[in-house]
C-alpha cells in the first residue's frame, strides 16, 4: 500500500496538544500516511535559534504536503509572523477555509455553507512598515496582477470543480481604487476571459459585506478576498457556526500545501488539555481528500469520509469540547471519534 509521508509541524501553544490528538484520529481511520516532524514558530525558536528554519521549509518542499499547528507571533514588536514568511516562502497563495454548520451545534444561524478564499501572499497583510520619523510610521500594501490574477482563477476553479455557484469579492475599490480596484478587476477578466460565466459573480464594498454577512450568511456561497480582509472575516465566518473550534483551512500553493486551522495558539488556554481539535482534525480531512484529488489515492477519501463520519456521529450524541457548551477535553473529543471509527 502506497503511503504519504506528511511534515507534522506542531506549533506553538495549543498547537502541540491538538497535533496529538488529531495524529490519534488520523491513526485510527487507517489513513494512509506517514509522519515526519519538523518545527516552527516558538518551539524551533527554543529548539533551533530560528523560528523558520530551512529544513522545515526544505521537509516540506520536499514531501508538498504538511499538517501544521498555529503558530504565535508576537504583538507590536519582536519577529514577523511565521505564517506570513510560510505562506510567503512556500508560495502557498490561496488559503481556503470552508465554514458549515454542523450536527449537534446550535449557532444564531442554521445552513451556513460557504468558503473564504484568502490571496495569502500579498497585500498589507505582509506587514512592511516603515518608521520614517518618530511618531510617523507607514504600511505598504502591495498588489500584484500576477496573484491577483491567479487567485481568481484559483477561486472560480474551485466554484467550478465544488459545484458552487457564486463568488462574490468582497473589496474597498472605493478607497483603494488602485490595489482593490486591480483586484476586483483581474477577477472579473478571468471570469470573462477563461470561461467561468456560468458562475454567478457579485462584488460588494466590505463593510456593507460585513453587515449582510452578520444579516444572513447563507446568502453567500464562495468570498473572495484580499489578505487582510481574508484574515479577519475568517474568524467573523467561524463565529457563525461554532468559533475557531469547528474552522478548518488549508494553504494552497501550485507545489506545496499547508493544512492548519483557522484558530491561533491560544495562549490562554495552553497546556491545560481543554483546545477542541476539531479544527485540525477537519484540517487533515481536507489534507487527505486533497491527497485523493491529486494523487488519486481514493483510500485517503475513504479515511476522510470514516473521520467525517465519527464527528458528526461524535457530535449528535453530544461528545463535545468546552469551547461548545460540553465537558471533554483535548484527548477526550479525540477518543470520542475513535471509538466511532472503531465501532
Ligand atoms: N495560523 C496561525 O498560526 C495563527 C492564526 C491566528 C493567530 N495566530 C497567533 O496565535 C496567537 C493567539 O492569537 P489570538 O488569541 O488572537 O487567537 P486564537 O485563535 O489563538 O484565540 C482566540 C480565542 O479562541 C479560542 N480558541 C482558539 N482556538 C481554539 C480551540 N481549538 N479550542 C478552543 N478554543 C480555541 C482561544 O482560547 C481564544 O479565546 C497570536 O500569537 C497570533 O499571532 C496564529
Known sequence: MTTHPIVLIPGDGIGPEVAVATVRVLEAARAPLTWVEHHAGVAALDTLGEVLPDQTLDAVRERGIALKGPCTTPIGDG?????????KRLDLYAAVRPVRNLPGIQTRYEGVDLVVIRENTEGLYSGIENEITQGVVT?????????????GRWAFQYARDRGRKKVTVMHKANIMKLTDGMFIRCARSVREAEGFTDIEYEEVIIDAGCMKLVQDPTQFDVLLLENLYGDVLSDLCAGFVGGLGVTPGANIGTDCAVFEAVHGSAPDIAGKGVANPLALIMSGVMMLNHIADTRGDESCRAAAGRIRDAYNQALSDGQKTRDLGGQLGTEGFASALIERIAG
Open 139 to 151: 504600511s505598504l500594501k502591495v498588489a500584484t496582477e500576477l496573484a491577483s490574477t491567479r487567485i
Open 79 to 87: 519577529f514577523t509572523s511565521v505564517n506570513v514568511q510560510l505562506r
